[in-house]
Nanobody, 126 residues
Framework: QVQLVESGGGLVQAGGSLRLSCAAS????????MGWFRQAPGKEREFVTR????????YYADSVKGRFTISRDNAKNTVYLQMNSLKPEDTAVYYC???????????????????WGQGTQVTVSS
């Protein structure tokens, strides 16, 4: 089991950038696949991106492809989300999540992830 803490959210103008971090506690971080989800007010939590334990397999939602980049540093127990060209529709609470099933092929279902952070607010103004 890992405990996750997100940071780096804030208010940014459309077209700007933010970098989110998710710090994990526990010695087994490198054995987890890691994902980012987001939830806007009144909407369901939606998949954003996922990275395998090794960093070799990465998935993105179509809505963020080409703008967002996920990465991880297993030595620092941290996963990152670089968000560029932000749009007002990116406004949401962003959550990182850990998945013990590193071989999963359907990666967009929040229920499949075992551990969650508390979330960090990202607000993009127009």
């Amino acid at each position: 089991q890992v405990q996750l803490v997100e940071s780096g959210g804030g208010l940014v103008q459309a077209g700007g950038s933010l970098r989110l971090s998710c710090a994990a506690s526990g010695r087994t971080f490198s054995s987890y696949a890691m994902g980012w989800f987001r939830q806007a007010p009144g909407k369901e939590r939606e998949f954003v991106t996922r990275i395998s334990w090794s960093g070799e397999r990465i998935y993105y939602a179509d809505s963020v492809k080409g703008r967002f980049t996920i990465s991880r540093d297993n030595a620092k127990n941290t996963v990152y989300l670089q968000m560029n060209s932000l749009k007002p529709e990116d406004t949401a609470v962003y959550y990182c999540a850990a998945d013990k099933d590193t071989g999963r092929t359907i990666v967009v279902v929040p229920y499949d992830y075992d551990n969650w952070g508390q979330g960090t607010q990202v607000t993009v103004s127009s």
